[in-house]
């Protein structure tokens, strides 16, 4: 069965930092990969999503993710974070072997971030 | 721009009674998704459906049941409402690219 891993729960950075948040999947074959962004009260907003080709992918908003097989992580960067940012990250793998693949997803638990002045 | 629209935002609603959560979609995507979303436990799928009238259940589907009678629309329904499906309900919609995602209904069983 796939699933996902975040391990940290909530992180604190002061605005202007870089960041990077973590992500570990287990999945049998090719993953698709998604990290998908929450702002209090509203629904999910996709970040980026990896499916092949060039295992670093650049999102919205100025976030790029590295998706590093040997490792099983796909680790969500962004090299300096505004106050807008504060938000629950998820992370979320679907199948690429399902004809659903790209939507019926496994979500991890989410990183709840808060930016510092 | 894609829209999906889930009727309420916020619902209270009485233990043992019928509710209905409603989700629209304008894109004409073929596959509809469930989830509910809890602290700590992020989302988990409860059911989808990937035609009109057709379903499949997902990782948690007790207690709950959906409809599909039209390709637009995806409902959710406790047949008895408890005191534990007080959650975040989102729908999502899709076709084979990627999910999009409601705003959410926070429904509160008291």
């Known amino acids: 069965a796939q699933s996902v891993t975040q391990p940290d729960i909530h992180i604190t950075v002061s605005e202007g930092a870089s960041l990077e948040l973590r992500c570990n999947y287990s999945y049998g074959a090719t993953p698709y990969l998604f990290w998908y962004v929450q702002s209090p009260g509203q629904g999910l907003q996709l970040l980026l999503k990896y499916f092949s080709g060039d295992t670093l992918v650049q999102g919205i908003k100025g976030f790029e993710a590295e998706f590093k097989r040997s490792q099983s992580s796909f680790n969500l960067r962004k090299p300096s974070v505004h106050w807008s940012d504060a938000a629950e990250y998820f992370c979320a793998v679907g199948g690429s072997y399902s004809y659903f693949g790209n939507e019926k997803l496994t979500f991890g638990t989410g990183t709840r971030l808060t930016i510092i002045p | 721009d894609v829209k999906v629209t889930q009727s309420s935002r916020y619902l209270v609603k009485r233990t043992g009674e019928k509710v209905f959560l409603e989700c629209v979609q304008d894109m004409d995507h073929e596959n509809m998704f469930w989830y509910r979303q809890d602290p700590g436990l992020g989302l988990r799928l409860i059911y989808f459906s990937y035609d009109v009238k057709m379903k499949e259940k997902g990782d948690i589907p007790e207690g709950y049941s959906v409809s599909r009678e039209k390709k637009e629309r995806f409902s959710l329904i406790l047949e008895s409402a408890s005191t534990n499906q007080t959650s975040m309900y989102l729908c999502?919609?899709?076709?084979?690219?990627?999910?999009?995602f409601g705003q959410g209904t926070r429904l509160t069983v008291v």
């Open positions: 999502a919609s899709g076709r084979n690219t990627e999910a999009f």
